[in-house]
């Protein structure tokens, strides 16, 4: 009963109704010549999405044909045949990817491959997990390799690691000191330690690169807050310069107008005294005038430099430091005034320079 229970099991886990693994038949070297073979071998290509494109399954039946009359050695399939001590005959067949394997690299007489889109479906459908087993014994494998004080690891010294344990269980069955050392081997260690110097010397150099170019930043990063602090010093200046020529400027027009009142009241005195304000006044307005020129002339050179440094900054992808907006003087430059002027001579005549 344990076997009827078992195969009941079986019965209801195992895909037997499933279409795709009853037309993988197609593969059986026994198959090569069965009249549907071709249409089987393109329901296998279509049940794999994404493998091969319309024009490529189109030529699937082409190459079928072409392989379906290929005249295949024995020995491609057959392994061994042999007689048992009761006189049965046995055939041992070769593994079905060493069949495919010699049929794949048949060429043409151009030397090209003879069934390239076979080729496709076929490497595909071989290399498919027939169960979860393979998967769950490489996690296995990895929690093995990757241990507390491997966390940090890459994802390529990983695979090296995976590679290495790989190749120690294949040519020497777990044990690394059954691996047989050759010259083959050598040679292999040889450039894989060349691959890896190559690379740790351009891991350097782009640090060296990143680093060059961090300590540019920042030095750039620092002259243009230097150049931004003397920007903003020099607009402070700028502006109080220009509140003080104003001042001045109120101070030439009141002059001014007192003079006009004391000449009108015909008071020389007053005249004299509105004159020496007036002339006060502009030559204070000359020196505030001067002096902002010359910050004008700073700030300009200033801006200046910061705009090449912005240009360069962007050109090398770091970031642009925003400028203060110049503000020149609007004030208009005063004239000094003198008893000479027109408006004196013309009311007092031109014996009254003497004021």
């Known amino acids: 009963m344990i076997y009827h229970a078992i195969a009941d099991n079986l019965k209801t886990h195992l895909p037997l109704k499933s279409t795709f693994l009853k037309d993988l038949h197609v593969l059986d070297p026994a198959s090569k010549t069965e009249p549907d073979a071709a249409d089987t071998m393109i329901r296998v290509a279509r049940a794999i999405p994404k493998l091969l494109s319309d024009a490529e399954i189109d030529c699937i039946r082409h190459e079928y044909m072409m392989y379906a009359t290929e005249n295949i050695d024995e020995s491609w399939y057959i392994k061994n045949k042999y007689q048992d001590s009761d006189g049965n005959n046995h055939i041992e067949h070769q593994r079905i990817d060493y069949y495919w394997n010699k ?206 440094k912005s240009s360069r900054s962007a050109s090398t992808g770091q970031a642009k430091v925003p400028s203060i907006k110049l503000e020149h003087s609007r004030w208009p430059k005063s004239k000094p005034w003198s008893p000479s002027s027109s408006t004196f001579k013309r009311k007092h005549g031109k014996n009254n320079t003497h004021l």
């Open 103 to 308: 049929v794949l690299l048949l060429t043409t007489s151009f030397g090209l491959p003879k069934y390239p889109t076979l080729s496709k479906i076929v490497k595909n459908v071989l290399i498919m997990s027939h169960g979860n087993s393979d998967v769950e014994r490489g996690f296995s494998i990895n929690e093995h390799i990757v241990t507390e004080n491997r966390t940090l690891l890459s994802l390529s010294s990983i695979n090296g690691l995976r590679s290495t344990w790989d190749a120690i269980k294949f040519f020497g069955s777990g044990l690394s000191h059954r691996v047989p050392i050759n010259i083959d081997m050598i040679r292999a260690v040889q450039r894989s330690k060349s691959v890896y110097n190559q690379e740790q010397l351009s891991l350097k150099s782009i640090a060296d690169h990143e680093k060059e170019q961090n300590e540019k930043c920042q030095n750039t990063n620092e002259k243009m807050k230097k150049l931004i602090d003397q920007e903003h010093q020099l607009l402070c200046k700028q502006k109080s310069l220009q509140d003080e020529q104003k001042k001045a400027q109120l101070l030439v027009g009141e002059g001014r107008q007192r003079l006009d009142n004391a000449l009108k009241k015909g008071d020389m005195i007053d005249a004299q005294a509105a004159n020496a304000l007036i002339g006060a006044g502009d030559e204070k307005v000359k020196l505030i005038s001067a002096e902002l020129i010359q910050v004008t002339d700073e700030l300009l050179k200033i801006q200046n430099k910061t705009t090449e």
